[in-house]
């Protein structure tokens, strides 16, 4: 079993700034794709931000240059600061990793979730 566990989010006010952090335990190898999605009451779930195995970024537009992905691949951790924070980017956020279940020839490829953690910006 992968278990993935949120923390640092909260309510903030507008302009102010958050960071999430998402820590995987269990049996999950050779992660090689990181990210964090939202949503929000009514919306579906977008991708926020992700990151590929060989370290490169990518981001909603809406998020370019307040949002910045990063990741400690020892600590099997991703984190997402979140700078110059809006009303519209309150949500529940989720990360997420892909790897593989094991270190043998027959594993398999698992994808996790983490369970959620609100993000509520005041203007």
């Known amino acids: 079993q992968v278990q993935l566990v949120e923390s640092g989010g909260g309510l903030v006010q507008a302009g102010g700034s958050l960071r999430l952090s998402c820590a995987a335990s269990g049996k999950i190898f050779g992660i090689d794709a990181m990210g964090w999605y939202r949503q929000a009451p009514g919306q579906q779930r977008e991708l926020v931000a992700q990151?590929?195995?060989?370290?490169?970024?990518d981001y909603l537009d809406s998020v370019k240059g307040r949002f910045t992905i990063s990741r400690d691949t020892t600590k099997k951790t991703v984190y997402l600061q979140m700078n110059n924070l809006k009303p519209e980017d309150t949500a529940v956020y989720y990360c997420?990793?892909?790897?593989?279940?094991?270190?043998?020839?027959?594993?398999?490829?698992?994808?996790?979730w983490g369970q959620g953690t609100q993000v509520t910006v005041v203007s």
């Open positions: 997420t990793m892909q790897g593989w279940d094991g270190l043998a020839v027959e594993a398999k490829r698992t994808k996790a």
């Open positions: 990151m590929s195995s060989g370290g490169i970024a």
